[in-house]
Structures are given as structure tokens and as C-alpha cells.
């Protein structure tokens, strides 16, 4: 089936700056969910986007729709060491998740 | 705690042994899953229950043969399991009407070593 593509793949940040994950979609999306997974942990849902140029907050993480409907994006601004963990995007077809590969962020103190 | 538990939450076996992973949900929820992941490859989605019918199997191979008695348990058999079988498998759940807005409560998952 289609998938969702993530860039990048590995994220270091210097603790205190700005970074942006991607994920892309060769097709048209009803929706987009983000999940973010601590080392050792499990996925936890954060958002879902749904509007075309949707964009929500919370804290430091910002969270875009495109327009078109065929990508996302998280920004996160003053990372902080519990930013670390790997930021999934997942679309959604009726009860059905695909994953993207994940962004796995590094922190740098 | 997200209300979804798994058990066990590490198991060790032999390509010859048979064991079962079980998952429970008290969120009163009417969907369930079965992921897979391992290091090489994204969260692979395995089996979806809905109503504790099968509604999805993704090309699993047929060593892994899922369960599911009632809305709140799943489980997955195991037998005669390769190396590259590995991996964390983790089980999910979700309001299951249907919705495009579902979101996923994941379980801890179970880490699977077969040697």
C-alpha cells in the first residue's frame, strides 16, 4: 500500500535550538496522526490533522497539513532533552494506521 | 498507564517452542491490533479486530495466529518462529466505529528474542 516517507531519518540537536521533521505522501491524505515514541517506550498519540493547512500547538511543537493534503510537518522550538525519542506520522483509512518510518531525535546538552 | 496491557513483557524462545503474547485493553474500546517492530523496518501493522472480527491481516505469515475471544483481549499464538521474527511487537487499541479521527492507545509491547 502507499506509504508515508519521513525526513529525516536521524535528527542531533543542539539542546535550545529549532528543528523540523517532515513526512511526505505521493497521495492525497483524509488525515494525518503524530505519534512520539520514548527510547524503551511505546507510541503515544500527540495530533491528528484533518483541515488542509491545519496548524496546531502545543508547547513547542508545532504541527502543520499541507495544502494539498500530501504532507506534514513538526517543528519544535528550545528543544529540551525530553524531546528525545522518535516522532512517527501515521495516515489513517478508517480504523487502519500506516506508520512512516520515524524521526529518531538525538538531544545534545 | 494507557489502559492497554501486554504480557509478557520479555520472552526468550526456541524456533521449536510455541508461546502466546496477551494483550488487554480497559478503555473499553472496540478495536484491536498487532504491531511489529524491529530496528530495519517501521511499525508494521499485523492483524485488526474490530467487534472481535478480523477485519485486517496484512500478509502475516501463518506462525503467528491471532485471537481474539472479546473486545478487551487479544492475543498472539506463536509457533515455529524464525530469528528474524525479533522484534517488539506491540498491541494497540481504538474506539473502532469506524471513524478517520481514531487514534491508537498502545500497550508496552512485548520483546521478542527467538534463538
Known amino acids: 500500500g502507499q506509504q508515508v516517507m519521513q525526513i529525516p531519518q536521524y535528527q542531533h540537536v543542539q539542546e535550545g535550538e529549532d528543528f523540523t521533521t517532515y513526512c511526505n505522501s505521493s497521495?492525497?491524505?483524509?488525515?494525518i496522526q503524530w505519534y512520539k515514541q520514548r527510547p524503551g517506550g511505546h507510541p503515544v498519540f500527540l495530533i491528528q490533522?484533518?483541515?488542509?493547512?491545519e496548524v496546531k500547538k502545543q508547547k513547542r511543537l508545532t504541527f502543520q497539513f499541507g495544502e494539498a493534503k500530501k504532507n506534514s510537518s513538526l517543528h519544535i522550538t528550545a528543544t529540551q532533552t525530553t524531546d528525545v525519542g522518535t516522532y512517527f506520522c501515521?495516515?489513517?483509512?478508517?480504523?487502519?494506521?500506516?506508520f512512516g518510518g520515524g524521526t529518531r531525535v538525538l538531544v545534545k546538552p | 498507564e494507557t489502559g492497554v496491557t501486554q504480557t509478557p513483557r520479555h520472552l526468550v524462545m526456541g524456533m521449536t517452542n510455541k508461546k502466546s503474547l496477551k494483550c488487554e485493553q480497559h478503555?473499553?474500546?472496540?478495536?484491536m491490533y498487532w504491531y511489529k517492530q524491529s530496528a530495519k523496518k517501521p511499525l508494521e501493522l499485523m492483524f485488526v479486530y474490530n467487534f472481535k472480527e478480523q477485519t485486517e491481516n496484512n500478509s502475516v505469515p501463518s506462525r503467528f495466529s491471532p485471537e481474539c475471544p472479546n473486545s478487551s483481549h487479544l492475543f498472539l499464538h506463536l509457533h515455529t518462529l524464525q530469528p528474524e521474527d525479533s522484534a517488539l511487537y506491540l498491541c494497540?487499541?481504538?474506539?473502532?466505529?469506524?471513524?478517520?479521527?481514531?487514534?491508537?492507545?498502545f500497550g508496552s509491547g512485548t520483546q521478542l528474542s527467538v534463538l
Open positions: 497521495t492525497t491524505l483524509s488525515n
Open positions: 490533522l484533518v483541515k488542509s493547512g
Open positions: 494497540a487499541s481504538s474506539q473502532g466505529l469506524g471513524q478517520i479521527n481514531e487514534k491508537l492507545f
Open positions: 501515521a495516515k489513517a483509512a478508517g480504523n487502519k494506521l500506516t
Open positions: 478503555l473499553g474500546h472496540n478495536a
